[in-house]
């Protein structure tokens, strides 16, 4: 019995430490793992995918009078990714960041405003403005033109339906006619 023992010591004795210091010393998380996300809001157009595609609904979405707020409550973080795979901007990455313990809630929450546009017809909520010019300066680069020649991409869908209705009405006399 005592020499088993004896034995097993000396089994560990030879091990040498086999456990990390942490948190005596840092602890690299291996590659690809996921901790908190990062949001950078430079890059942010206020699309809502990251919200959409989030299963734990860490990201709320709201538009206020003139401004669309963006609230992340990573406390309610479940670390799977989706928002960083659903943003088409780049603007979520998940970082290596996994010691987020703390007494206010706060430190995990960002808030961030951006800037809506109305339909210039009717008022509703068309999308951010980033969106709006992100969205024009594409299409002025596949048209060539130029990007404030398109001022229906301040109305909203409706508008738009109603606008190309009254159009075609008023050009169908002028095709019977031909
Ligand atoms: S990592 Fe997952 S749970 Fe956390 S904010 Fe992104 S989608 Fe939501
Ligand atoms: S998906 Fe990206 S661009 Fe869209 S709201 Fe989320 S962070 Fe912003």
Not at 79 to 86: F, I, N, T, V, W
């Amino acid at each position: 019995m005592i020499t088993s023992k004896l034995k097993e010591a000396l089994i560990c004795f030879r091990a040498g430490r086999v456990t990390l210091r942490y948190p005596f010393e840092p602890s690299v998380p291996p590659e690809g793992f996921r901790g908190q996300p990062q949001l950078d809001i430079t890059k942010c157009l206020g699309c809502g995918a990251c919200s959409m595609a989030c299963p734990t609904r860490c990201i709320e979405v709201t538009n206020e009078a003139e401004q669309r707020r963006m609230e992340y409550c990573f406390d309610r973080c479940s670390y799977c990714g989706e928002c960083a795979e659903a943003c088409p901007e780049g603007g979520i990455t998940m970082s290596s960041e996994f010691e987020l313990a703390t007494d206010s809630v706060t430190d995990l929450r960002t808030v961030a405003y951006l800037d809506l546009v109305r339909c210039e017809s009717c008022g509703e909520v068309v999308g951010t403005a980033r969106e709006i010019d992100k969205l024009a300066q594409e299409l002025a680069t596949k048209m060539n033109v130029a990007a404030d020649s398109m001022p229906w991409l301040r109305w909203c869908a409706r508008c738009k339906r109603e606008s190309s209705l009254a159009t075609a009405q008023v050009l169908q006399p002028a095709e019977a006619h031909l």
